[in-house]
């Protein structure tokens, strides 16, 4: 089992910054992938952005590209997200996600239902 708990949400103007955080505990995090996803108001969960067990390999979606970076401190039991130069239409409920196999080490995942472990979400609200 995985617990996550995502921290770091709130509202900021366009242009603005946010880090996110997610403190994982239960199975180890070290060899865990991770991923974060979002979903706003009347709209399905979207992939943002994944990260490999060890940090060495990351994924994108490609509206966030360039201005959102994911990483990790395994030491920490902690995987960031952080978000630059925000968009209105970047508000949404952003919640992390660990890969459903505990020693997964192929390629950062942006499939939601290979995610076996989920936050409550934090919401972020971007001002326009």
């Known amino acids: 089992q995985v617990q996550l708990v995502e921290s770091g949400g709130g509202l900021v103007q366009a242009g603005g910054s946010l880090r996110l955080s997610c403190a994982a505990s239960?199975?180890?995090?070290?060899?865990?992938?991770m991923g974060w996803f979002r979903q706003a108001p009347g709209k399905a969960r979207e992939f943002v952005a994944a990260?490999?067990?060890?940090?060495?390999?990351?994924y994108y979606a490609d509206s966030v590209k360039g201005r959102f970076t994911i990483s990790r401190d395994n030491a920490k039991n902690t995987v960031y997200l952080q978000m630059n130069s925000l968009k209105p239409e970047d508000t949404a409920v952003y919640s992390c996600?660990?890969?459903?196999?505990?020693?997964?080490?192929?390629?950062?995942?942006?499939?939601?239902?290979?995610?076996?472990?989920w936050g409550q979400g934090t919401q972020v609200t971007v001002s326009s």
């Open positions: 996600a660990a890969h459903r196999l505990a020693d997964y080490s192929g390629s950062p995942s942006t499939r939601a239902y290979e995610y076996g472990y």
């Open positions: 239960g199975r180890t995090f070290s060899s865990s992938a």
């Open positions: 990260i490999s067990w060890s940090g060495g390999n990351t």
